[in-house]
């Protein structure tokens, strides 16, 4: 129930973004609480916010509300990447750190919220705070006897922290993102932005649902995820995807809802290396 008042918020932000007018912005609030009123008790959050967005694109005529928030981003990240491959260089530990720093760029989510947290600061805390779920022995141990590995992409922005991740892992990454835009989600466009395609093989899934809805995926897509030994897979809506589906499978993110916290058992503003379960 939680994520009902959330998903309204989300849709007003995107037609604000994307420049609706007042009757626009009202026309999307009107048919966000009739799709809400009428939701299937099945549909998972990212299948929802799906359609929600679609409803925005048709009331405002954007087909990418978030355009300008992507590139902004992205140039901010960029802005700090010498600093921080400098920093994964001078690690003692060089795979964690960089692993931190992914994980530290998931915050850069519109989802979640309006306005992510300065992201700076993030990059501190990250770096040092204990895990609240720690699975990262099995992930690294996953990866170390991989052929190679299927990254499954959020944020644009936060592409820029998952390349300095890629560089430091030692096999062939396949960088996945979306076929369309949606939210602040990373399309190939913006994987290219960050420089991705130039450490990693870039693919989009064949859609533009958040998260990794599997039933709604391309078949190219669904073969490069069935034939991965290792799939790391970042952000809250992977994980409300994929944390029942294979076991090698390794949700990457921060925790930055009420009901992610719930659902996992740890506190908002945590950082988790989770290793899916097999859907039972």
């Not at 973004?17 to 009107?30: C, F, K, M, N, T």
């Not at 991740?165 to 369309?180: Q, W």
């Amino acid at each position: 129930l939680d994520c009902y008042p959330c998903f309204l918020r989300q849709a007003l932000n995107a037609s604000r973004r994307g420049g609706g007018d007042p009757e626009q912005q009202l026309a999307v609030v009107r048919r966000s609480l009739a799709l809400l009123e009428n939701l299937e008790p099945e549909a998972t959050p990212p299948q929802i916010a799906h359609r929600l967005h679609a409803v925005v694109r048709e009331e405002i005529g954007v087909r990418d509300p978030y355009r300008q928030a992507k590139k902004e981003s992205t140039r901010q990240a960029l802005a700090l990447y010498p600093a921080l491959k400098d920093r994964v260089d001078r690690s003692s530990d060089p795979l964690d750190t960089a692993l931190r720093l992914s994980i530290a760029g998931n915050i850069i989510d519109l989802g979640a919220a309006d306005e992510h947290e300065d992201i700076e600061a993030v990059i501190d805390r990250v770096l040092s705070q204990p895990f609240a779920v720690d699975h990262r022995p099995q992930l690294f141990a996953a990866i170390e006897g991989a052929g190679h590995v299927l990254f499954l992409a959020d944020n644009a922005g936060e592409t820029v922290f998952d390349r300095i991740l890629i560089e430091t892992l030692a096999v062939p990454v396949v960088y996945t993102v979306k076929k369309g835009p949606i939210i602040n989600d990373a399309t190939v466009k913006d994987a290219q932005a960050a420089g991705l395609n130039r450490i990693a093989t870039v693919i989009d899934n064949g859609t533009d649902a958040p998260g990794t809805v599997l039933p709604s995926c391309s078949p190219e897509f669904i073969e490069a995820f069935e034939a991965a030994p290792v799939v790391i897979a970042k952000g809250q809506a992977n994980y409300e995807t994929l944390s029942e589906s294979d076991p090698k499978v390794f949700c990457l993110l921060q925790i930055k809802c009420p009901v992610i916290s719930r659902d996992i058992g740890a506190p908002v503003g945590g950082i988790a290396v989770l290793r899916a379960r097999s859907r039972s």
